[in-house]
């Protein structure tokens, strides 16, 4: 059989084909072919300089937004959505890129973001500066190891300089340096009032043991309609449901809280069934049985003296009815995420059955009220003066929903400031300050350095200045001009608190302007870019498959 196919086969068929014939164990005949589509492949310095350029180009984008006075962009999804801001992380998360290099900057935003929550927007415009920098010396024939070594020294050096020149925090100027981190969002104009909201909000559920803070008991809600001014910090929860009745009390003082994970209907058969009502007589018993049901529900409620209940699942309107009628207020359809913090902030156990309801399971709480908005008929549930420190609420409200959605990223930006000073409570002066002083560091050290990798210190020296020079073209100033004045400046007085005027208040002394940021934020800055530059400059080979 096998020579019977072989023989109908024309000569050049493998050929033809660019495959081999094989047969199965059962003599079946099939042809295996060979890879047919194309690869395109890029070597040595030309993959490093294509890496670079593809690496720039995501950076060239972000170089406008860094700052006090840096651009915002509007990004529109494939789906139609537009989302309007100057967050570092969000462009990057939200820009559809095809070159994987470009994803690494991707990653690397998201990195600084997930770790420090600040300094999403620096930390790529640094990265793009030293590759900038690294493509020069690649051209004077440097090899690219010697490139990242240089660098790597350099970013040691950079980093013990940063933490000589850091300062020690005291307790009541936190709220001023998480206002600093919000002079370039669209709140700056209330930066104080949310500076103030986002520093409550972490002392409130701080770990000062650990030195460390749960960022996931610290909610952030939103409600379109209202003044920036009118976002508030509430200490306990703040959920977007109403009671279940409109005739329930609006307001309970005290409440026996009670958190139910079953659902609040008969039970139903777990197989397939079917159900036949002929008469009026079989309905009126499926009526009086599915009441009964309910009645002994409402008891278990009564008995332990439940007066609110959570339920994580809907009921119907006969249920509604008769927790009405029992005076027991109700809220349905309640979240998995605020079930847990309910539980943590109440005190009250998560109830599976309605068997295993108790008066110990109950949790309780100062007030619940419902909250109104103007004249819309939008309400929110609040949870007021919980027993247990454990969980608050940011209500954030905007004119529109792209404005609340950029008041909530800055939000998250200021309790992420907050929670490093917590953790770290070392500071350095913002504004281009520590870049400037870092830079004249690592370039005096650079002339200590006899190897070859001393060109690659001097360089990373020179991408430091990349900062200062982003935020003096972002403020409208003469970028080199303003440059060699303050580093003259640093040198002459000695000053490492020197940095680039943005805002145009008359001194260039960051220190009076409270422009100040973390030692932690400013360190991973650098770590982390000078991580992701080295692992480009070490890729020396592309390979990519084409198509076919």
């Known amino acids: 059989y096998q020579r019977r196919v072989r023989d109908s086969l024309p000569a050049n068929h493998t050929k033809m084909n660019g495959g081999s014939l094989a047969f199965d164990e059962f003599g079946r005949p099939f042809i295996i072919f060979r890879e047919q589509r194309q690869k395109e492949r890029v070597q040595g310095i030309d993959a490093i300089k294509a890496s670079i350029v593809a690496a720039r180009s995501v950076v060239s984008i972000l170089r406008t937004s860094l700052g006090p006075k840096g651009m915002d962009k509007m990004l529109v999804s494939s789906d139609g959505d537009v989302t309007i801001t100057n967050d570092g992380a969000t462009i990057m998360d939200n820009m559809e890129l095809e070159n994987q290099i470009a994803k690494l900057m991707v990653q690397l935003s998201k990195s600084q973001d997930n770790e420090i929550g600040d300094g999403t927007t620096g930390v790529v415009v640094l990265a793009g500066s030293l590759l900038e920098q690294a493509e020069g010396l690649l051209s004077k024939g440097i090899h690219p190891t010697r490139i990242a070594d240089g660098y790597e020294m350099a970013c040691r050096v950079a980093v013990e300089h940063l933490k000589s020149i850091s300062e020690k925090l005291s307790g009541e100027e936190i709220q001023k340096i998480v206002a600093t981190s919000l002079n370039s969002k669209i709140v700056n104009r209330d930066r104080e009032h949310f500076a103030e909201i986002a520093y409550k909000s972490v002392t409130a559920v701080a770990d000062q043991k650990r030195k460390d803070v749960n960022l996931d008991l610290i909610q952030v809600e939103g409600k379109v309609g209202g003044r920036l001014e009118d976002t508030k910090l509430f ?43 002929q008469s009026v007589e079989d309905y009126k018993k499926l009526a009086s049985l599915e009441k009964g049901y309910f009645d002994e529900m409402i008891k278990h409620l009564k008995d332990a003296g439940v007066t609110l209940a959570l339920c994580q699942w809907g009921f119907d309107d006969e249920a509604n009815h008769l927790l009405l009628q029992n005076g027991i207020n109700a809220v349905r359809w309640v979240s998995g995420q605020h079930i847990e913090h309910l539980s943590i902030a109440t005190g009250a156990r998560i109830v599976p059955r309605f068997q295993e309801i108790t008066a110990d399971k109950l949790g309780t709480a100062e007030v619940v009220e419902e909250l109104s908005f103007g004249t819309s008929k939008d309400r929110m549930l609040a949870i007021r003066g919980c027993p247990k420190r454990g969980a608050v609420t940011i209500l954030v409200r905007g004119g529109n929903k792209m404005i609340l959605e950029e008041a909530k990223r800055c939000i998250h930006d200021a309790v992420c400031v907050a929670r490093n000073f917590i953790r770290d409570d070392r500071i350095v002066f913002g504004g281009g300050a520590v870049e400037i002083s870092s830079s004249l560091a690592v370039s005096r050290y650079a002339d200590k350095v006899s ?34 004045e303050t580093k003259a400046a640093q040198v002459k007085e000695n000053s490492h608190s020197l940095g680039i005027d943005c805002m145009s208040v008359g001194t260039n002394d960051m220190k009076k302007q409270n422009v100040i940021e973390a030692l932690e934020s400013k360190m991973q800055q650098f770590l982390l870019a000078t991580q992701v530059v080295k692992m480009i400059l070490k890729i020396d080979d592309v390979i990519k498959q084409g198509s076919v």
Do not use: W
Request: hydrophobic share 40%; charged share 20%; with cysteine.
């Open 451 to 484: 190897t070859l990798e001393q060109y690659a210190i001097r360089a990373f020296a020179d991408a430091l200045d990349a900062i200062p020079i982003a935020l003096a073209e972002n403020s409208g100033l003469a970028p080199i001009q303003t440059l060699a």
């Open 235 to 277: 200490d306990g929860i703040v959920i977007d449901k109403d009671f279940s009745h409109p005739q329930m009390p609006k307001t309970l003082k005290n409440p026996k809280i009670c958190i139910l994970t079953c659902a609040f209907e008969p039970p139903k058969p777990k197989t397939k069934h079917e159900l036949h009502v």
